[in-house]
């Protein structure tokens, strides 16, 4: 899910960011403008202090949050081989729709503030192995206010974690060995279901599976899921577009011996 994570890791710093304006959040008074644009460095740059930041089980790593004149500034680092697999463009990372999926972790009042005092938000993603700029993404005050009224008035909508997830599954190669003795074999969507499809290389009768080792089985899934999903946005998004996933697990046969349905109560409770 990489293409996914670079689109939208933002959000588990950006949360923070939310919640550090909000707590200074009040009606300015005329002709203080600079003053307020200060006081929105000063809530940003309180985060600097927290890099770098691990992004957890994706090998990404923020390494600055700062702010100049006219931008937050979030430096990442990638390597080149994981940004290489996500087959991110610089168009797709830098459109309309891709602008929406990052504001959508503000809170409205959060993106009024950084349009009426005149700030953008640029993302900078460099290599770990050679230091170079492998993506930028520059969204100016201007463009944060237009999207947000594309959004509003239905013109355009946000990449929905199904879209992105399509679109990842699409650039995967299949058979994939997971560790010995197991293959991811196939992965696909309908509807709001991902489904994945994983082979054994032994034969499995479904009679010879207990429910202790099904219940087992459902932990691990859900607990990776947990992992992979745990942040903020995506949990959101798994919510509003009620996504379940599908393990369907078969033997050397082809024949399944074992189908696990986890929906996003069963993430979290």
Known sequence: ???????????????????????????????????????IRQAVRLHKLRCPYVVPNAGITIVD???????????????????????????MANSDRNVARCISSYSNNIIDMFVEYEFGMKYIYTSQETG????????????????????????????????LTEMELADMSFPTQIEEGLWLTDAYIQGNIIYYVYNF?????????????????????????????????????????????VYIYKDNRGKEFARINIGPDDLWY
Do not use: W
């Open 201 to 245: 290389e032994n034969k499995i009768d479904a009679s010879d599976v207990s429910q202790s080792e099904i219940y087992e089985l459902r932990e691990l899934c859900i607990d990776g899921l947990r992992e992979e999903f745990g942040a903020l946005m995506y949990k959101q998004s798994i919510i509003k577009e009620n996504i379940h996933f």
């Open 132 to 163: 170079e700029t492998l993506l930028e993404i520059k969204i100016p005050a201007k463009k944060l206010k237009e999207v947000k009224e594309k959004v509003k008035t239905g013109e355009i909508q946000a990449y929905t974690l199904i879209e």
């Open 1 to 39: 899910m990489k293409r996914k994570l670079l689109i939208i890791l933002l959000g588990i710093i950006f949360c923070n960011v939310a919640i550090t304006l909000m707590s200074c959040n009040h009606v300015p008074k005329k002709g203080i403008k600079e003053q307020r644009r200060e006081e």
């Open 65 to 91: 949050i700062d702010v100049d004149d006219d931008y937050m500034i979030v430096k990442v680092e990638v390597t080149d081989g994981y940004y290489k697999s996500t087959l991110l463009t610089p168009e």
